[in-house]
């Protein structure tokens, strides 16, 4: 699978067009399943307008504006992971098995990996063919671990675990200016406190990961941190 993990979606010509090499054909001839369960672990972000927002691709408020949804795929689905366990899996998992990309929105990490592992999605992901896309908490699950400073819902074994399908953790939206402790220095505190190699991303900046091999698309700030 290959992975494209943004602080906040597409939303400069340099993720854009990283996301069109990886896809291999235009957005225009992709289709494309959405996911936002992650919000509603989220208290700023779900449940209600702002799951409609993302879902639509509409969104007003600059902190929430979605460039993901609506980058003009030929379809687009959703998948609400929450639904899953409830359905049988063949009636959803061909759908996730012939798409060309996942759009996982922000939210709570945890929350996400949850119902990840619940729906059955966590065991499918690795053999995907599918591009996926993150956005914060859509990148941050990908990690083995969040660290304490993201821990918002907790699951019910605790803890911050998340899916280790990167050997990195991601501090999103660095010096965004709606959420004044994502500064540089309390990036630097977090990573100090992880145990694996960590990077500080703005909201310019995505990280690519093909085959194991990292590369970080920015037009804008971010920090690569070592254990």
């Known amino acids: 699978m290959k992975l494209l993990l943004t602080s906040a979606g597409v939303n400069n010509k340099s993720i854009h067009d990283a996301l069109v ?15 936002p369960t992650a919000m509603y672990g989220h208290p700023w972000v779900g449940p209600g307008v702002k799951a409609w927002q993302f879902i639509s691709g509409i969104s007003e408020n600059p902190m929430f504006k979605n460039p993901m949804v609506d980058l003009g795929w030929k379809s687009v689905g959703v998948l609400e992971l929450t639904a899953l366990p409830s359905i049988n899996r063949d009636r959803w998992v061909p759908l ?13 990490a945890l ?16 053999s995907l063919q599918a591009v996926y896309v993150g956005m914060s908490a859509g990148s941050m699950v990908m990690a083995p ?10 699951p019910p074994t605790g803890g ?25 220095a309390a990036a630097e505190r977090w990573a100090a406190g992880m ?33």
């Not at 145990?195 to 700030?221: C, F, L, M, R």
Request: net charge negative; charged share 20%; glycine share 8%.
């Open 21 to 35: 090499d990886m896809l291999d054909k235009p957005i225009a001839d992709s289709n494309a399943l959405c996911i």
């Open 96 to 108: 996730v098995q012939e798409t060309d990309v996942l759009l996982v929105s922000g939210g709570d």
């Open 111 to 126: 929350y996400l990996y949850h119902w990840m592992r619940q729906s059955g999605l966590a065991d499918l992901l690795p």
């Open 145 to 154: 671990n969040i660290g304490e400073f993201f821990v918002g819902w907790t």
């Open 160 to 184: 911050d675990e998340t899916l280790s399908l990167v050997d990195f953790a991601i501090f999103p939206h660095l010096d965004h200016e709606m959420l004044p402790g994502n500064t540089m």
């Open 195 to 227: 145990q694996g190699p960590t990077y500080a991303i703005d909201d310019q900046t995505a990280i690519k990961v093909i085959d194991g091999a990292v590369e970080v698309i920015s037009e804008g700030n971010w920090k690569h941190f070592l254990p």
